[in-house]
């Protein structure tokens, strides 16, 4: 009954050994090795743009910061929901690497931002000359830190409102693919046909050791962003090992295959809170994460029970048993059957 | 004959076994996995420092600006040699980490900054109140990006003269094992008992995927710098895949194997070097590395032959045949003695 | 009828005079002339603060950005009203100076945090460890941006809250006189007496060319500062004209005097305001600036009959003549009352 | 005898009446007041430039920090010769506004970049593809920091070299207008005409309280540098003080009057200095300062008979009186000629 994270179960076997199958002879470092070709051309081909810049990183935190960093100026004040991962959960690392942003945080409903609540909060930047920050670019988180996704046409409503400003777009994709599975659309479709510029197209949460790739689909931004991911140091010298993982992971299709798996081990869970009594869930999950509200008492006994997951709001350990607290749970791809099955019957019994 | 890098060839099957091992079940995230607990115990134990504070990240580069973010002020200026990998190849990552240090280089014999030379340096800064760069850490890289080895005498008189005037010093160890192999100390003879407060203790040329300890002597700097790696977008959410690697590479004595083998392969390179005419060695080297002067045209027949090496100066492609170009050659742990022997054999012949 | 900004009137004949005075034969330069002696030394005794570190720089920003860095890491976040001059004013000068902290903006009543915002807020960050920002100084301003004034209790009860979690408090002063003289207090009761460590003290909205004061209650920070103020670009070779303003500002009470003035010029706007028909104050003024609403159509006659002021929401100039905006007055010491009753006068016809 | 620094003196009394003159009435803020239009037009056309972009800032520092940032990436390397005062006395501002560049210091002769050490340097980075800095702008020091001047020709040279590779130029001119009058040519020649692309325009050191104007001859730079002069707090919000300094200066010549003054006390100086007995003059001055060899004896006769100059090397105050120590004169344009023969008559009794 292991709900904790994406990132706390195993990588795909499938990818361990491309990494063992990569572990062979001499390879140029850096980001020229043979293998990291072949993954750009994958991207490009999956994506449909054979001009988009394709770059590797091993942290989501470093896709998004980097990538922002080469859409912004320091000036700037990038437009998110309250709920981003890179304002919540990111220790400033968007400040740091673009010398100093502000983040302003969109109202959002079920952790979306929507096309009036951006356009006012962009209305309300950049209106006292060269004494506030100006507009910087809208960062869409897609599926979002609560599980929801945007559909093709939100997105399309929000590119359009940051593009009627001139500003760009970011998709964080630390879980693309379960909001591409959930979708049921193409990543073309999900992204630059969307108005979205650049996307953290992230692996990490979905069965790789820590992969993300990011994608311009301007590749003007691409040397500007290989100076910074160097001065980063997030420029891998051994660097086969990240495309090993990237290419293992779009090849015969995996990444659909652990995100559709991921997210049904999802549903499944919200299938059964949906049935127990004193439980209520919290925002729309479309993904493979979900929140759902329970009496102290009820954590206390889930955790006592084996259960593994986050009380994100309060402290389960003391306090009124009837205090109604929140908890996260998480399915990756490795996300056994059993385990929600029994994690349901313990909620329920 | 492969001699461009030690980070081209593959990493050892005992770190890709136990990378396999690692891909098991659920394990805790960012950290604060069992192995890193383990990792961290071996290095205190090995390091005779039970108090030292250890993490992990996954780049050269990350390991050396973060260290020495955490011993710096933004108006520092750090003590380095003219040729430090710091310096020459991290992009301005150093300075990008610090928020805005300078480097002072050092002149350096053999690669080696000489005690006088760095007490003239230091003696040259922070002549001017609040109007110049204060004197900040001092770095010194064991192995010297040039093969060269500093002795720990030699390692001892400088840290007597960093601290002399109360500054830190920081150990770029990005070949660190080759170095304690070579000088047959223990690793504490090498670092704390030679005045070194943190060191970049480096894996990845050595027989890993990509990873390198940050070690910090005195535990007070631990918090700082988790700040500062998260911050920077090197703490990794799969944090069990650093771990695995660093734990194998610690078990039954598999660094230090490398090591030699590194060491030994670069010692027969340099015999053979040696008896060629026309070839002249630079630096005493003691390491895993190697430079030698050759005429163009050598260069270009070793190429044109098969060999794989940087010519460091100049262009080997164009120009006089007689002029004098530097070559560069690495040996890493799975490098090749009959490689060598038939390098040796065309360079001769 | 001039009520755009109280940095748009002239500076005190006496400061001009004692620029002059100032005007003399040779002086050290970088803040170790003469006058800068008297005057670190005018401010601790005023202050009632013997040891309090006090340094000039020449604008407000470069006091809030330098005082503010000086206190926080670059990890951090900084709890200030959305209202806040260093949020909304000050181009991200924060975030480049503490190299890329977070402003958590804490929600204001009047213009002015109260205690349970500022603790819910507080409670609200660094609730996930090295993930997120950690807490940082909290910063006050007084009098607020909105006019409003803080009390000598609330200040208190802001700074208490503040220490309970161990965090620096810093009071953006560009208004300080204006607060004080309104609160009748002392500077000590203002200050250090209240829980603040740090403050920026403003002289350029009231009668000087251009000088504030930064003061550290705990001198510790004395050093720290000035080295970030040299790197700033904000320390003065030609320092004597800087301390020659500030030496006139404390000297018979002329920083008393102008700021009585500002404040009584506002009150008599306000008093008038409030016979106006149609219009509406907006917060509780107490010092130099007023807001208020009134019809497009009143802003519009106002304006064309030679009236200066800002509206502050939406433009006077286009759209229905009963829509209601917001505009702003600001009175400082120069301010003409004969012009405020011909403001009035018009406002009312 | 006052040659401690061309920043210890008086303002001229032109100055300071303008200061009094624009003392009245209402003005816009930030650089929008009527003053800066005319000092606009007034720059344009004295450098021959009706497109330049124009903007003032009050130390030499920020309008050094700030305009090479506007020419720079953080990731660049900035060239400039040893002695710069970029690299020696502003303790990493311009490390810090670019964003952490590096400096490459430049060989110099008489404090003089070369074309061949230049193109030297140039060569010497930027070899190593992303991993090193990329060559950003060279910055030349005008008059020099040792007084001595580049001709127009070996401006030309340099900043031929620079364009050769792509490079933006920079002149800072601290002490512009001393090398101008020097030099007798005309602004233009001295700068556009002669390859420079951004000029620090000083007058701190020659007259004035405390401005410098910062000038790009393309003006497409002048909204980021705006931006970057806000976010740096060095925008002046009574800005019309910084515009009245430098209309007095540009007015009547008076900055030329002044620089001529200056120099020629200069000079007066030097010709005394010649007629000293083991007394050797360092660097060909050309302009307002001058270095020179003496025996420690004699400086300790000078200063003890009331010379006040800054001994650069060693400590005055003890070691052999016989060894040699560099002092280093200043004059500005209120230097006194009978100090000056004061000064030289007891040099030589």
């Known amino acids: 009954m292991f709900f904790t994270s994406d990132n706390a179960g195993p990588?795909?076997?499938?990818?361990?050994?491309?990494?063992?199958?990569?572990?062979?002879?001499?390879?140029?470092?850096?980001?020229?090795?043979?293998?990291?070709?072949?993954?750009?051309a994958m991207i490009q081909e999956i994506f449909e743009a054979p001009e988009a810049a394709v770059h590797l990183v091993a942290t989501g935190t470093a896709a998004n910061a980097l990538t922002l960093a080469t859409l912004s100026n320091p000036w700037d004040t990038i437009f998110?929901?309250?709920?981003?991962?890179?304002?919540?959960?990111?220790?400033?690392?968007?400040?740091?690497?673009?010398?100093?942003t502000k983040l302003t945080l969109v109202p959002a409903t079920d952790a979306k931002m929507t096309p009036d609540a951006l356009r006012a909060s962009i209305l309300g930047e950049e209106t006292r000359?060269?004494?506030?920050?100006?507009?910087?670019?809208?960062?869409?988180?897609?599926?979002?830190?609560?599980?929801?996704?945007?559909?093709?046409?939100e997105l399309q409503a929000l590119t359009a409102v940051a593009h009627e400003f001139g500003l760009k777009t970011h998709l964080d994709?630390?879980?693309?693919?379960?909001?591409?599975?959930?979708?049921?659309?193409?990543?073309?479709?999900?992204?630059?046909?969307?108005?979205?510029?650049?996307?953290?197209?992230?692996?990490t949460k979905n069965g790789l050791l820590g992969v993300e790739a990011?994608?311009?689909?301007?590749?003007?931004?691409?040397w500007e962003f290989e100076l910074r991911r160097k001065r980063g140091a997030h420029l891998f010298?051994?660097?086969?090992?990240?495309?090993?993982?990237?290419?293992?992971?779009?090849?015969?299709d995996l990444w659909l295959t652990l995100a559709a798996k991921a997210n049904a081990a999802c549903a499944r869970l919200i299938t059964g809170l949906k049935t127990a009594k004193d439980v209520e869930i919290q925002y729309q999950s479309q993904s493979n994460l979900v929140f759902f509200d329970a009496p102290r008492g009820l954590h206390q006994r889930?955790?006592?029970?084996?259960?593994?997951?986050?009380?994100?709001?309060?402290?389960?350990?003391?306090?009124?048993?009837?205090?109604?607290?929140?908890?996260r749970l998480v399915c990756d791809w490795s996300c056994d059957h059993a385990a929600i099955d029994q994690f349901i019957t313990l909620l329920t019994q």
């Open 214 to 222: 990011c994608i311009f689909f301007d590749p003007a931004a691409s």
């Open 302 to 327: 889930m955790l006592a029970a084996g259960a593994h997951y986050y009380v994100t709001s309060g402290d389960p350990d003391s306090g009124p048993a009837d205090e109604v607290l929140t908890g």
């Open 11 to 40: 990588a795909h076997p499938s990818v361990m050994q491309a990494l063992m199958d990569a572990n062979t002879g001499y390879a140029s470092g850096y980001g020229s090795d043979d293998g990291m070709t072949r993954v750009r």
């Open 80 to 100: 998110c929901s309250p709920m981003a991962h890179i304002h919540e959960d990111e220790c400033n690392a968007p400040e740091f690497y673009t010398g100093g």
């Open 129 to 153: 000359g060269v004494h506030g920050p100006q507009r910087g670019p809208v960062s869409i988180t897609q599926a979002t830190e609560k599980g929801t996704v945007y559909s093709v046409a």
């Open 173 to 203: 994709g630390a879980r693309f693919t379960n909001a591409l599975v959930s979708l049921g659309c193409s990543p073309a479709e999900m992204t630059w046909k969307a108005g979205i510029d650049a996307v953290s197209f992230g692996g």
């Open 237 to 252: 010298s051994k660097h086969r090992y990240l495309s090993a993982q990237m290419e293992a992971y779009l090849t015969d």
